[in-house]
């Protein structure tokens, strides 16, 4: 059985790698060719001459889908910002688990006697 100790230290483990975390961000990110709006345009008639690629981010605003076209340098920093937030969401979800596990040995421990 854990100790009330090991889940305080790896959930003091677990906020570490929060703090050391840069920025986050949800969404995706893709690349994209397009046909433009002219219908006389081959894109139109030939997949294979669409225009792009464009890198787009796709992610959701108050219920609403917001999407930007981004240069290289952009995508390579929303992909890291996205991945940040898988991350992030990882780590909270053990956090939740284990603040579980400490709420369920602090009443065992209190029943059985323990000053923990």
């Given at each position: ?7 305080e ?10 703090d ?11 690349k ?15 997949k294979?001459?669409?225009h ?8 959701k605003v ?13 995508t390579?920093?929303v992909?890291k910002?996205?991945?940040n937030?898988r ?6 979800r053990?956090m939740k688990?284990?603040?579980?596990q400490y709420?369920e040995?602090?009443k065992?421990?209190?029943l059985?006697g323990?000053?923990n």
């Amino acid at each position: 059985m854990t100790t009330q100790d090991e889940i305080e230290e790896k959930y003091r483990s677990l906020k570490k790698k929060i703090d050391e975390l840069k920025f986050i961000s949800t969404g995706s990110v893709m690349k994209v060719f397009i046909k433009c709006g002219k219908p006389s345009c081959i894109c139109h008639r030939d997949k294979t001459k669409r225009h792009g690629p464009y890198n787009i981010w796709t992610r959701k605003v108050d219920s609403k889908t917001v999407t930007r076209t981004l240069n290289d340098e952009q995508t390579k920093l929303v992909k890291k910002c996205v991945g940040n937030m898988r991350e992030f969401e990882e780590i909270s979800r053990q956090m939740k688990v284990l603040s579980v596990q400490y709420i369920e040995n602090y009443k065992k421990s209190r029943l059985k006697g323990d000053k923990n």
